[in-house]
């Protein structure tokens, strides 16, 4: 076995072991499982077990595919703030997608107060939550549906937006030949051009 592949092998082994007993259900676990979660699907180091992914949920993970692809979307959707909120108050993905507009830097925004998502500010945040609720029912619908594609919209760019200048960031510092070079600037040139673009366009 290669150092690369026995280094991987324990990596899953350690998760594993970590996560025998999973035991979860969507969008009850901690932003930390979410994120084992991703990054075992997306490195597909459970194939070093001779398992698929649905396997692996079932057999070590002791969840279905769907719940840990659900988990997944979560953290993708939302961030790793809306897994200490589902846990304190018992919100749903769907009601936390109604009220999401109202987060912002790992706080939530009720009545002109910021209450920092912590499991410390549990009562605050549950007593916003309701009352955020509320607030979202007696809203025009089309408005608060608009509001929330929106805050979807802006979640997912932002966070694709700096996974982009990491993965470039990563790239530029590896010692990339001469022709993966020239590929790497050709990418970062488009990126920028594209940008410049729809700036111009919001701008109009």
């Given at each position: 076995m290669k150092d690369k592949d026995r280094e991987n092998a324990l990596d899953l082994g350690t998760w594993l072991?970590?996560?025998?007993?999973?035991?979860?259900?969507?969008?009850r676990c901690s932003a930390a499982d979410a994120q084992c979660l991703r990054e075992l699907r997306e490195s597909r180091k459970y194939k070093l077990a001779g398992l698929t992914w649905?396997?692996?949920?079932?057999?070590?993970?002791?969840?279905g595919r769907s719940t840990a692809d659900e988990i997944i979307r979560n953290l993708d959707e939302f961030g790793p703030d809306y897994f200490v909120m589902t846990q304190v108050t018992g919100i749903?993905?769907?009601?936390?997608?109604r009220i999401h507009g109202s987060v912002s830097h790992h706080a939530l925004l009720c009545a002109g107060e910021e209450i920092p998502i912590a499991v410390e500010n549990a009562p605050r945040l549950v007593a916003a939550v309701e009352a955020l609720r509320r607030e979202a029912a007696n809203a025009?619908?089309?408005?608060?549906d608009t509001a929330a594609e929106a805050a979807r919209c802006f979640a997912r760019a932002?966070?694709?937006?700096?996974?982009?200048?990491?993965?470039?960031?990563?790239?530029?510092?590896?010692?990339?030949?001469?022709?993966?070079?020239?590929?790497?600037?050709?990418?970062i040139g488009e990126t920028a051009g594209k940008l410049a673009l729809l700036d111009i366009q919001v701008k109009i």
């Open positions: 072991g970590r996560r025998q007993a999973f035991s979860l259900v969507a969008g649905e396997e692996c949920c079932k057999q070590r993970a002791g969840i749903s993905a769907k009601e936390y997608r025009p619908a089309a408005a608060s932002e966070r694709a937006a700096q996974t982009a200048l990491a993965e470039f960031d990563k790239l530029r510092l590896m010692p990339l030949d001469l022709g993966d070079r020239m590929r790497l600037q050709s990418a």
